[in-house]
């Protein structure tokens, strides 16, 4: 009887050692992805920014050939201005909304880490 209260004393001791053991590594397994995520929005916001940067210079660059294409009286190159412009700008629209929504992200990744280091730093003081 006693062996076998021990045995069972034992696995119940060693089950809850496991479990706090998944329970860490679960915790690091999640900031890990938590940093790679934001990792990721940087890239993506810095791209997203470049984009813009490109977006606006071409902008810019057609405003100017438009300019000189209705000086010049070819307005059939004027036409074809016109309509890179709208597609630029629609371009930069976009980009705009995606670095937005790149900014959010990161926010809630940041958010979620920060809860995440503070669930760890109180299990360990338990």
């Known amino acids: 009887m006693r062996r076998r ?13 496991f479990a706090i053991g998944q329970d ?3 915790y690091r397994r999640d900031l890990h992805q938590d940093r790679r995520d934001l990792r990721q929005d940087r890239v993506d916001r810095r791209n997203d920014r470049a984009d813009i940067r490109s ?4 902008l810019s660059k057609d405003h ?10 070819n307005y059939k190159d004027a036409r074809r ?4 412009i709208r597609s630029d700008r629609r371009d930069l629209r976009g980009d705009r909304r ?3 929504s790149d900014r959010r992200d ?6 979620d880490l920060r809860a995440d280091r503070q ?3 109180s299990d360990r003081r338990k």
């Open 55 to 58: 977006d606006r210079r071409d």
């Open 106 to 111: 990161a926010r809630a990744d940041r958010k």
């Open 81 to 84: 201005d016109q309509r890179d």
């Open 64 to 73: 100017r050939d438009l300019r000189q294409d209705i000086r010049n009286g």
């Open 24 to 26: 860490v590594a679960n």
């Open 98 to 100: 995606d670095l937005r």
């Open 5 to 17: 209260i021990f045995s069972l004393l034992c696995f119940a001791v060693l089950g809850s050692m």
């Open 119 to 121: 669930d760890l730093r």
